[in-house]
C-alpha cells in the first residue's frame, strides 16, 4: 500500500510554526524586558519629581522664616537696637499673623549679647521689665560674653526660655558667632529644645545678628565689636515639614544633617528599602550655611496606583503568539495611556503647587508691603523686578506697571555713580552695605539710609540681588543730637578745670582734651599724636607700676574702677600730681577690655597740704620722741642716785643706828619714797597721753585682786584706826582684762581714801551694770570713804593732772594731784570713764567703769615664795651671782645686800667683763644693769645666750629704766626677768629665790624649796 501523500508546504507550515514559536519566545522575553524598564523608568521619574518637589518646597518654607527675621531686624533697629525694651519687641510680633504666615514657628526672639562685668545691672534692668523672676540660667559653665534670651514671643510654653544663656552649648553659641561675623542669616544644627524635652533633635534656630551701629562694620572683628545681640527664630521641624497635600502614601524621606545626623524621617521611612522597591533617591540643599541631605525611597502606593504590566507574565508557545502580541499590544496601549494619566495628574499637581507658591508669593508681598523699608530686586541688568509698597510709593509706579525702570533713572545720574561699585559687588556674590543720603520725595530735605545689596545665588550662578534701604534719618539726627551733647559736656569738662582722656587699651590709641595737656605745661598740639608710649614716658616710674597694677585689678572685674594717684612730668622737669581715675567702657565677646574712658585732676594744692601735714605729723613725732627719751633719760638719772639714796639708807638703819639716827633714816626714806612716787606717776601720765600703754587681755579672778588692794593699803588703815570692807556683789569671780592697771587704779582710789579718812571706815565695791553681746561686762569699781568729802563744783577739777580740790590740801596731806588724773585716763583706755561725788552722811566715793569680759575658772598657780621667806631661803641654800654694775655706788649696795643673803657674788664693771667671768667661773644666776660702758647689758645678754651651755642660765635686768619698751628690749634680747632701781629689798630677794629654785628644778646645781641640803659649789 502507497502512504497517503503530505499537504503541499507542510514543511513549510510547520517551520512557519516553529519560527513563530521561537519569534514568540524571543518576542516575550524582549517584550517582559521592555516592560519592566519601561516601568522602572516611570516610576524612578516621578519619585525624581516628587523629590525635587519636596526640596523646593522646603527651601520656600525656610526663606519665610528668613523673611520674617528681616523684618524683625528692622522693627529692632527702629526701636534703637540697644534700647530695644520687652514691650517694643512683643508689640511688632502680635502685630503678624505668625500662625498663618510661618507654619512651624514657635517664636521670635532677641537674644542679649551681656559681658560678665554687666551681667548684674543687665539682669536687674530685665527684673525691671518683667517678670521679677527673671534669672540668668546657664546650659553649661562656659568663659566669655552670656548670650542670654531676653524676649522670645509668642509661644506660650516658651517662657521657659527667658533667661537662658546659650553660650554653654557649642552648637547654639557657634550659630550665633558664625551669624555675627557673616552679617547672614544662619540656622543651627537640629537640636532638642530647653522647653520640649520630649521632642528630641526637632528643632532649629535661625539667626541674624544685631549690631550697634547702622552700617556693617565691614569686616569679622569690626563685627565682632559691634555686635549688640540677635534676632532669632524657633522652628519645630516637624510642624514646618508638614504637608497635607503631600503623597506620603507614594514616597517616604528623612533628613540628614552634616554635624547632627538624621533628625526627621517621614511615615514610612527605612534607611534600607525592600529590593522591589524603586531605586532610592538623594539630594543635597543648603539652607541658611547649614548642609541637610534628603534621601527618598518609593512606597508600594507609588506603583500600585500605576497597574503597569508585568514583563515575567509575557510568555507562552508559538501557538499563543498572537495571543500574546495582541495582549502585549494592549498592555502597551494601557501602559501609554496610564503614562498619559500620570502626566496629567503631574500636571495637575504641578497646576495646584503653582498656586500655593502664588499663594505665598501674594503673603510674602502683603509682608513686605507691610514693611516701612524699601525692599527691591534687581535682575543682572539692573532692572527692577520687584518692589514693595515703599519702593512703589517713592517711584509713583502702580503695582502691576508693566515697564520697570533700571537703577539709574530710580537713583539719578549722581547716586547712581555712587552706588555702582556696590551693585556691580553685589551682582560678584559679595554683599554690600553702606550708607547714603538722597532727598525725600517731592524734593523736600535728606532721606538718611542703610542700604544692603544682598546677592541672589542659585546652584553657584548670581541671577540679581536684593536691595533693602532702612530709614534711619531720626537715629542720624539722634546720633547728631548726641554729638553736639558731647561737644557741650567738652566744653564744659573744659571750663571746669578737668582733663578727659580716652584709651583704646588694645591698639594704644589714646585722647586727650586741652586741659589734659596744660596740666603738664603743654599745648595739645605740640604733643600731637599722644600714644601711650607719650603717657607712660610722662608718669613717675613708681606710680607707673602701681598704675599698672590697678588697672589689671580692673581688667580682672576686682575693682569697679580705676583710680590712681600719681605724678607726671611737667614740662619744666618737675613733678606734677595728679588724680587719675576711669573704668572700661567696651569690653569684647571673649572678656577683653576695649576703650576706657577717664579723667585726670591736678591735686598739686593738696598733695601740698599733706606734705605739710605730714611734715608737721613728723615733727610731732619727733617730739613725741625727744620728749619719751628725755623721760626715760631723766627717769634712769634720778632713778640712779635715788637707788643709792634708799640703799645706804637701808645699810645704815639696818647696822645699828641710834633711836635718832633711826628716825632721821625713816624720814630721809619716806622723803625718797614719796619723790620716787612722784616720779611713777609723772612717767605713767606721759606714756598714756603718748599712747604707749598697752592693755594686756588675762584671765583673773576679781576676789584675789580685790584681797590684793586691801592688804596694801590695809596696814595703812589699820594704823589710823580704819575700817577695810571689800565687796564683790554679783560680779562674776573669773574676768578677762589687765589686772595690773586695774590694781593700780583702785590703789590710787583706797591709796587717797586712807590719806583723807581719819576715821570711819573705808569700802571697796564692784557692781556689774550691763552686759553687751553676752560676753562682756560693764564692772563699776567704787570706794567710799567716810573722810573730808567733796563738793560738787571741785569734782570737774579733781581729774586734772596737778590739780586738787583746795590748795590747801596739799600741804595738809601732801600730793601732786596726777593719781586721779591717771586712774581717769585707764578707765577710758578700758572704754569706761571716771568721776567723784559726795557720799550721803559724809565722805566722798570715787569710781571708775571697765568694760572687761567673762573669765573662765582657772586653776590655782604654785603658791610663790613669799617676800618674807626669800631671805631665809637664800641663806640656807647659798649660791653664786654674777653682779654687772658699772655705778660704784650702787654696785657696793648690791653687793651689801646679795652678801646679806647668803650669796656669793662675782663682780664685772661692763658686760664684756661679764662674759669673760661666765666663761672662766660658773655661775647660777646673772644680775644685769642695763647700761654700761664698753658694751651694755642688752648686748652682753645677746651674746651670752649665743654662747653653748648658757641658754637657759638665768639673766635678771637691774637697771633704772622703767619703760615697758625696756622691759621688752630686756626680754627680747633673753633676759628672764626685771628688777627696777631703786631697789626694794625684799622684792629683790623674792624673785632672786623664783629664778635660783626655778633653775634646780630644772636640773641647776640649787636644791628645790623645802630641802635643807644645799647644792655642791660648782
Not at 41 to 62: F, M, N, Y
Not at 659 to 680: C, F, M, T, W, Y
Request: net charge neutral; glycine share 8%.
Amino acid at each position: 500500500m502507497t502512504p497517503p501523500a503530505r499537504p503541499p508546504g507542510h514543511k513549510h507550515l510547520r517551520g512557519v510554526v516553529v519560527s513563530l514559536w521561537l519569534l514568540g519566545l524571543v518576542s516575550s522575553a524582549l517584550a517582559g524586558w521592555w516592560i519592566q524598564q519601561h516601568n522602572q523608568a516611570v516610576h524612578g521619574a516621578r519619585l525624581q519629581a516628587l523629590v525635587d518637589e519636596r526640596v523646593r518646597s522646603i527651601q520656600t518654607r525656610l526663606l519665610r522664616y528668613e523673611n520674617g527675621l528681616r523684618g524683625t531686624l528692622g522693627a529692632v533697629l527702629v526701636a534703637g537696637g540697644e534700647a530695644l525694651t520687652r514691650r517694643q519687641f512683643e508689640t511688632y510680633i502680635k502685630a503678624r499673623d505668625v500662625a498663618r504666615e510661618f507654619p512651624g514657628l514657635r517664636g521670635f526672639g532677641f537674644i542679649r549679647r551681656v559681658p560678665p562685668q554687666r551681667l548684674a545691672d543687665f539682669l536687674a534692668a530685665a527684673r525691671g521689665e518683667g517678670p521679677e523672676s527673671f534669672s540668668l540660667r546657664e546650659m553649661a559653665p562656659h568663659a566669655g560674653d552670656h548670650l542670654v534670651v531676653q524676649y522670645l514671643y509668642p509661644h506660650p510654653d516658651d517662657a521657659a526660655a527667658w533667661g537662658l544663656d546659650i553660650g554653654g552649648d557649642a552648637d547654639r553659641r557657634e550659630t550665633a558667632l558664625a551669624a555675627m561675623r557673616t552679617a547672614q542669616v544662619r540656622m543651627s544644627a537640629p537640636l532638642t529644645l530647653m522647653q520640649a524635652r520630649q521632642q528630641a533633635n526637632d528643632a532649629v534656630l535661625v539667626m541674624l545678628p544685631v549690631y550697634r551701629t547702622e552700617t556693617d562694620p565691614g569686616t569679622a572683628a569690626a563685627r565682632q565689636a559691634a555686635t549688640v545681640g540677635w534676632v532669632y527664630a524657633v522652628v519645630t521641624v516637624s510642624e514646618a515639614l508638614r504637608d497635607p497635600g503631600l503623597a506620603l502614601d507614594e514616597f517616604a524621606y528623612a533628613l540628614t544633617d552634616t554635624v547632627g545626623g538624621r533628625f526627621y524621617a517621614s511615615p514610612g521611612f527605612a534607611a534600607s528599602p525592600a529590593a522591589d522597591v524603586p531605586d532610592a533617591a538623594r539630594r543635597e540643599l543648603t539652607v541658611h550655611g547649614r548642609t541637610w541631605t534628603l534621601q527618598a525611597h518609593a512606597l508600594p502606593g507609588l506603583t500600585a496606583a500605576d497597574q503597569l504590566p508585568n514583563g515575567r507574565a509575557v510568555a507562552g508557545g508559538l501557538a499563543a503568539l498572537c495571543t500574546l502580541l495582541a495582549l502585549g499590544g494592549n498592555q502597551l496601549l494601557r501602559g501609554r495611556r496610564r503614562r498619559l494619566e500620570l502626566l496629567e495628574h503631574l500636571e495637575e499637581r504641578v497646576a495646584g503647587r503653582t498656586a500655593e507658591l502664588e499663594h505665598a508669593r501674594r503673603d510674602l508681598g502683603n509682608i513686605l508691603d507691610a514693611l516701612p523699608s524699601l525692599i527691591s530686586y534687581w535682575d543682572r541688568d539692573l532692572v527692577n523686578r520687584f518692589a514693595n509698597a515703599a519702593v512703589r510709593q517713592w517711584l509713583g509706579l502702580e503695582p502691576d506697571a508693566p515697564r520697570r525702570p533700571h537703577l539709574r533713572e530710580v537713583l539719578g545720574d549722581a547716586l547712581y555713580e555712587k552706588s555702582l561699585p556696590h551693585a556691580l559687588a553685589a551682582l560678584r556674590g559679595e554683599p554690600q552695605r553702606f550708607e547714603r543720603s538722597f532727598p525725600r520725595p517731592g524734593g523736600q530735605g535728606l532721606r538718611h539710609s542703610v542700604s544692603y545689596y544682598l546677592p541672589d545665588v542659585v546652584d553657584g550662578e548670581v541671577r540679581g540681588f536684593y536691595s533693602l534701604v532702612h530709614d534711619v534719618t531720626e537715629i542720624v539726627e539722634s546720633r547728631r543730637a548726641l554729638d553736639a551733647e558731647r561737644q557741650r559736656l567738652d566744653d564744659i569738662l573744659r571750663d571746669t578745670n578737668v582733663a578727659t582722656w580716652e584709651w583704646n587699651v588694645q591698639t594704644g590709641e589714646t585722647r586727650f582734651n586741652e586741659r589734659w595737656a596744660q596740666i603738664i605745661g603743654w599745648r595739645l598740639e605740640e604733643l600731637q599724636p599722644v600714644s601711650i608710649d607719650t603717657w607712660t614716658r610722662l608718669f613717675h616710674p613708681e606710680d607707673l607700676k602701681h598704675s599698672a597694677e590697678l588697672l589689671e585689678r580692673h581688667f580682672r572685674g576686682e575693682l569697679d574702677h580705676y583710680e590712681c594717684e600719681a605724678r607726671l612730668r611737667h614740662r619744666d622737669g618737675h613733678w606734677v600730681w595728679v588724680r587719675d581715675s576711669g573704668r572700661v567702657i567696651t569690653w569684647s565677646e571673649d572678656g577683653k577690655p576695649l576703650w576706657m574712658h577717664g579723667i585726670h585732676q591736678d591735686i598739686a594744692k593738696r598733695k601740698a597740704l599733706e606734705e605739710a601735714l605730714h611734715e608737721r605729723t613728723r615733727q610731732a613725732e619727733a617730739a613725741s620722741l625727744a620728749k619719751s627719751a628725755f623721760l626715760a633719760n631723766m627717769s634712769h638719772e634720778i632713778r640712779t642716785p635715788m637707788n643709792a639714796i634708799l640703799g645706804l639708807t637701808h645699810l645704815l638703819a639696818s647696822e645699828g643706828a641710834t633711836p635718832r639716827q633711826a628716825g632721821q633714816l625713816a624720814k630721809v626714806e619716806d622723803a625718797a619714797r614719796h619723790l620716787l612716787s612722784i616720779i611713777n606717776d609723772i612717767l605713767d601720765l606721759s606714756k598714756i597721753e603718748a599712747g604707749k600703754v598697752r592693755l594686756e587681755e588675762r584671765n583673773f579672778s576679781l576676789p584675789a585682786l580685790l584681797e590684793q588692794v586691801r592688804s596694801i593699803v590695809g596696814t595703812s588703815a589699820a594704823a589710823k584706826g580704819l575700817r577695810f570692807e571689800v565687796d564683790a556683789g554679783e560680779v562674776p569671780a573669773w574676768l578677762v582684762g589687765d589686772d595690773t592697771r586695774l590694781r593700780q587704779a583702785l590703789l590710787n582710789y583706797a591709796g587717797n581714801a586712807v590719806k583723807f579718812t581719819e576715821a570711819g571706815s573705808i569700802r571697796l565695791r564692784a557692781q556689774q551694770q550691763r552686759h553687751r553681746q553676752g560676753q562682756w561686762l560693764l564692772v563699776r569699781f567704787s570706794v567710799e570713804d567716810t573722810g573730808v568729802g567733796i563738793r560738787p563744783e571741785q569734782v570737774p577739777r579733781l581729774f586734772q593732772a596737778f590739780e586738787q580740790a583746795e590748795a590747801s590740801t596739799t600741804r595738809e596731806h601732801g600730793g601732786t594731784g596726777l593719781g586721779l588724773a591717771i586712774t581717769r585716763r585707764l578707765a577710758e583706755l578700758m572704754g569706761g570713764s571716771a568721776g567723784a561725788q559726795p557720799r550721803q552722811g559724809g565722805g566722798s566715793v570715787f569710781w571708775f567703769t571697765a568694760w572687761l569680759q567673762r573669765g573662765t575658772a582657772a586653776g590655782q598657780p604654785a603658791p610663790a615664795l613669799a617676800q618674807a621667806d626669800a631671805l631665809p631661803w637664800l641663806r640656807r641654800r647659798g649660791a653664786r651671782v654674777l653682779l654687772a654694775e658699772d655705778n660704784a655706788v650702787n654696785r657696793e649696795i648690791a653687793l651689801v645686800l646679795l652678801r646679806n643673803a647668803g650669796l656669793e657674788v662675782d663682780v664685772a664693771e661692763n658686760g664684756q667683763q661679764a662674759l669673760e667671768r661666765l666663761q672662766q667661773r660658773h655661775c647660777d644666776l646673772v644680775l644685769m644693769d642695763m647700761q654700761m660702758p664698753v658694751m651694755d647689758g642688752l648686748q652682753a645678754t645677746h651674746a651670752l645666750r649665743a654662747l653653748p651651755g648658757f641658754e637657759r642660765l638665768p639673766v635678771l635686768a637691774l637697771t633704772a629704766n622703767a619703760f615697758d619698751e625696756d622691759r621688752a628690749a630686756c626680754l627680747a634680747a633673753g633676759m628672764n626677768d626685771f628688777v627696777s632701781k631703786p631697789v626694794e629689798p625684799l622684792a629683790l630677794y623674792a624673785t632672786l629665790a623664783k629664778w635660783l629654785s626655778s633653775s634646780a628644778d630644772a636640773g641647776g646645781p640649787q636644791a628645790a624649796p623645802g630641802t635643807d641640803d644645799p647644792a655642791p659649789a660648782a
